[in-house]
C-alpha cells in the first residue's frame, strides 16, 4: 500500500516530535545539571532535588523560618555601606533571600519568599548617578535573581533575567549586582525566576532613586511631610508549593496519559485563583492605618506588583497624579480613582486639609474582600490625628477578638487555615497538588 505524500510528511512529524519528546524526557530524568532553559523551568527542579528521592515535606518545610524577623515597613529604607571604587563611593546592599512562614492576616499564615524576611522587603533608596553594588545570598530552597525594574544604567548581566543574561542563583550561592542609579523615579526589584510565582510568594520591594535636585520634584504643594510605600499584590492561600515531585504530573508508562507523551513527567503551571489581596503584603483591616495631622503634605508611591488590574480610590480628598513609572509628568492631572497595571508606578499627591475618618481602597470589586473576612483585602484608613468616631472604636474591638479567637497555624506547620475555616493540612492535603 503506497501511502499519499502529504500523509507520509505528517506521520514522519508525528515520530519526530514522540523521538524529541521521548529524548527529553530521558535526559530531564537522568541527569543533575544547571538549568538551561529559562522559559520552560524543566531541569531547575531536578537540580534541586535529584530524583529518584525529592525531600519530604516535614523536611522542605522545615527551611521555613515560622515567623519574619521583624515587621516589614516599606517606609524606612535600608541603610546602605559606603566603599571606594577606587576614588568613586558606592553604595553596598546586602539581600538575603530567606524562606518564611508570613502572616497575611490573622489565621493565614503561609509559606513565603522574601527578602531580608520581610514583605515587602526594605526599600533601597538612594539618589540618581549613585554607584550601587547589591549582594545577593540564596539561603532559600529554590533557585532565585533580582530584576532591577526601571533601572536602565546598567550593563545586561546585572539585568536579573536567568538563561538570558545570567545563570540562576542556586541555594546557597551569592550574586553581585552592579548599577549606577538611574534614571530617577519610583521603581521595584523582584525576583525573575518563575515571575509572577516568586512574585506572588514575597519576592518584591521598593527601589527608590531620588533626583539629584531633591526628593520632592514635581510636588504641587510643597515637601512632603509624609512619603510613603504602597505596593499591591494578589496570592492564593490555597496554593500549593512543594518540592519535586508533587509540583509535576507524572507522564509516561506511570501517568494517567501515557499514550499521550512519552517525556516522564511534566511540570505543572503557575495557575493561582486569588483569594487573598494585600496592600504591603497585608489585607485590611491589618494594613496599618495611614495618620496625617491637618495639613500634612502626603506623598504615595503606588507600586503594582501583581497580576491584576488595581484601581485606588481615596474617600474625602482626591490625587494629583505627578508621576507615571517613575517619570514626571509635563501636565499633573487630578482624579480620586486611579487605574493601576501590572508593573505600572504612579506617584501621588495630596494635601490632608480635611479632618475626619476616610477609607483609601481599592475599587475593584473582590479586591476588597477576602475568605470569611468583609472589609479586607487592598484598604487602609485614613486617620487625622487623634480622631475616631464610635463606629470605628467598635470596629476595632471586633478586629481584636477577631484576632483572639481565630485559629492558627500549629507549631509544625502542619495547617494553612484561612479564616472562614476549613484550612490545608501540608503534611497531606498539599501533596501531589501542582502549581
Known amino acids: 500500500m503506497t501511502l499519499p505524500g502529504k500523509l507520509k510528511l505528517v506521520i514522519v512529524f508525528i515520530v519526530l516530535s514522540f523521538s524529541v519528546m521521548f529524548i527529553d524526557g530521558i535526559f530531564f530524568d537522568n541527569y543533575n545539571t544547571r538549568p538551561s532553559m529559562a522559559m520552560m523551568h524543566m531541569q531547575v527542579r531536578p537540580t534541586l532535588y535529584p530524583e529518584p528521592s525529592a525531600p519530604s515535606l516535614k523536611e522542605y518545610f522545615a527551611k521555613w523560618k515560622y515567623f519574619p524577623d521583624k515587621p516589614s515597613n516599606p517606609d524606612i529604607p535600608m541603610a546602605p555601606e559606603t566603599v571606594m571604587d577606587g576614588r568613586v563611593p558606592v553604595k553596598v546592599f546586602h539581600i538575603n533571600m530567606q524562606n518564611v512562614l508570613h502572616e497575611i492576616r490573622p489565621g493565614v499564615r503561609v509559606p513565603m519568599f522574601s527578602f531580608n524576611s520581610q514583605i515587602p522587603a526594605p526599600t533601597i533608596r538612594v539618589r540618581e548617578g549613585d554607584r550601587v553594588r547589591v549582594y545577593f545570598y540564596n539561603n532559600g530552597t529554590e533557585p532565585h535573581t533580582i530584576h532591577w525594574h526601571g533601572i536602565n544604567e546598567m550593563t545586561s548581566e546585572n539585568d536579573g533575567v536567568p538563561d538570558i543574561n545570567q545563570e ?243 507549631e509544625s506547620h502542619g495547617m494553612l487555615t484561612p479564616s472562614g475555616g476549613g484550612g490545608m493540612d501540608m503534611s497531606a492535603g498539599m501533596d501531589g497538588m501542582g502549581h
Open 168 to 410: 540562576w542563583v542556586l541555594p546557597g550561592e551569592t550574586y553581585v549586582y552592579n548599577f549606577t542609579a538611574g534614571p530617577s523615579g519610583s521603581k521595584m526589584f523582584h525576583c525573575h525566576v518563575e515571575a509572577p510565582h516568586h512574585i506572588s510568594m514575597g519576592m518584591f520591594g521598593a527601589l527608590i532613586v531620588d533626583p539629584q535636585d531633591g526628593p520632592n520634584d514635581g510636588s504641587p504643594f510643597g515637601a512632603a511631610d509624609q512619603d510613603k510605600v504602597y505596593i499591591f499584590t494578589e496570592f492564593d492561600s490555597r496554593h500549593a508549593h512543594t518540592p519535586l515531585p508533587a509540583e509535576m504530573m507524572a507522564m509516561g508508562p506511570d501517568g494517567p496519559y501515557p499514550w499521550l507523551l512519552p517525556s516522564p513527567k511534566m511540570l505543572m503551571p503557575f495557575d493561582p485563583d486569588f483569594n487573598e489581596f494585600l496592600l504591603n503584603g497585608k489585607s485590611a483591616p491589618w494594613v496599618p492605618p495611614l495618620v496625617v495631622e491637618d495639613g500634612d503634605v502626603v506623598r504615595l508611591r503606588l507600586i503594582n506588583l501583581g497580576m491584576e488590574m488595581h484601581s485606588l480610590h481615596i474617600h474625602g480628598h482626591s490625587f494629583i497624579v505627578t508621576h507615571r513609572d517613575g517619570f514626571k509628568l509635563t501636565s499633573p492631572y487630578e482624579v480620586d480613582t486611579l487605574l493601576i497595571g501590572p508593573g505600572e508606578r504612579y506617584d501621588v499627591w495630596f494635601k490632608a486639609e480635611n479632618p475626619g475618618l476616610w477609607v483609601i481602597h481599592d475599587h475593584a470589586g473582590r479586591n476588597m474582600v477576602a475568605d470569611g473576612f468583609d472589609p479586607a483585602g487592598i484598604m487602609t484608613v485614613l486617620q487625622y490625628k487623634d480622631y475616631s468616631t464610635e463606629a470605628y472604636e467598635k470596629f476595632l474591638e471586633r478586629v481584636r477578638v477577631y484576632e483572639r479567637d481565630i485559629r492558627h497555624v500549629d
